[in-house]
C-alpha cells in the first residue's frame, strides 16, 4: 500500500486519441506531482499542485493538461500525443511543496503511444 | 550547475554480498541529499534523506548512507544484500529553498543480485 493510487496501470493510446489518467492520495498531503520516467533521462519534473492550485509548469506541451478537482485528486489528460511521449507516468504527494518533506509515489501509468 | 552524477548506471552482487552506491553532486550551497528507491513495476520510495549534522544517515530496509562533503559525494551502503533489494536506486538533492525547493534527480544504478 502505497498511499497513493494510480489508475490505469497501463495504457495503449494512438496520437489522435484522448484519454485520462488518474492519481488519488488520501494522505491528507496537500502538494500533488505529475513526473515523466524516461529511459536513460532523468525524472522529469511536469506540473506542480499545491492546495489544489498549480504552482508549477515545467514547459510542458499544451497536449498534457493537468487537472486537480480536490486536494486528494490529480488527473492528466492527453491529447494529440506524439510517440515520444511514450513513458512512465509517475504521480507523487506530499506534505508540502518543500522536497524536503519526502514524495509519496503512485506505481505510475505506463503509456504507450502508437 | 546543479547536478547528480550516478557514475555506475548497472551493478550486479552476490546475495550477502555488501553493497555501495556511488552519488555525487554539484550544487553551491548546502546540499539536502536524499536517496529513493523503485522496485521493479512500483514507484518511488524514500530510502534516506540527510539534511544536517550526523554525515551517516540510517535508512529503511537497512540502508544507510555518507555524506563527505570534501567529496561531494552521498554514497549509499548495505553491509548484506538481500535478493529482494534488486531494484533501481535514484540519488537526488533538494535545489533552491523553503516550498521552491525541487529535486535534482540522478539517471539511477539498477542493482541486480545473484542468488
Known amino acids: 500500500e502505497t498511499g497513493v493510487t494510480q489508475t490505469p496501470r497501463h495504457l495503449v493510446m494512438g496520437m489522435t486519441n484522448k484519454k485520462s489518467l488518474k492519481c488519488e492520495q488520501h494522505?491528507?498531503?496537500?502538494?500533488m506531482y505529475w513526473y515523466k520516467q524516461s529511459a536513460k533521462k532523468p525524472l522529469e519534473l511536469m506540473f506542480v499542485?499545491?492546495?489544489?492550485?498549480?504552482?508549477e509548469n515545467n514547459s510542458v506541451p499544451s497536449r498534457f493538461s493537468p487537472e486537480c478537482p480536490n486536494s486528494s485528486h490529480l488527473f492528466l489528460h492527453l491529447h494529440t500525443l506524439q510517440p515520444e511521449d511514450s513513458a512512465l507516468y509517475l504521480c507523487?504527494?506530499?506534505?508540502?511543496?518543500?522536497?524536503?518533506?519526502?514524495?509519496?509515489f503512485g506505481s505510475g501509468t505506463r503509456l504507450t503511444v502508437v | 550547475a546543479q547536478s547528480v552524477t550516478q557514475p555506475d548506471i548497472h551493478i550486479t552482487v552476490s546475495e550477502g554480498a555488501s553493497l555501495e552506491l556511488r552519488c555525487n553532486y554539484s550544487?553551491?550551497?548546502?546540499?539536502?541529499l536524499f536517496w529513493y528507491v523503485q522496485s521493479p513495476g512500483q514507484g518511488l520510495q524514500l530510502l534516506l534523506k540527510?539534511?544536517?549534522?550526523d554525515t551517516l544517515v540510517q535508512g529503511i530496509k537497512g540502508f544507510e548512507a555518507e555524506f563527505k562533503r570534501s567529496q561531494s559525494s552521498f554514497n549509499l551502503r548495505k553491509p548484506s544484500v538481500h535478493w529482494s533489494d534488486a531494484a533501481e536506486y535514484f540519488c537526488?538533492?533538494?535545489?533552491?529553498?523553503?516550498?521552491?525547493?525541487?529535486?535534482?534527480w540522478g539517471l539511477g544504478t539498477s542493482l541486480a543480485v545473484n542468488p
Open positions: 499542485y499545491s492546495l489544489e492550485e498549480r504552482v
Open positions: 550544487y553551491g550551497a548546502t546540499p539536502y
Open positions: 507523487a504527494s506530499s506534505r508540502g511543496t518543500d522536497s524536503n518533506y519526502g514524495y509519496t
Open positions: 540527510y539534511f544536517s549534522g
Open positions: 494522505l491528507g498531503h496537500n502538494a
Open positions: 537526488a538533492v533538494g535545489a533552491g529553498a523553503g516550498n521552491n525547493r525541487k529535486l535534482i
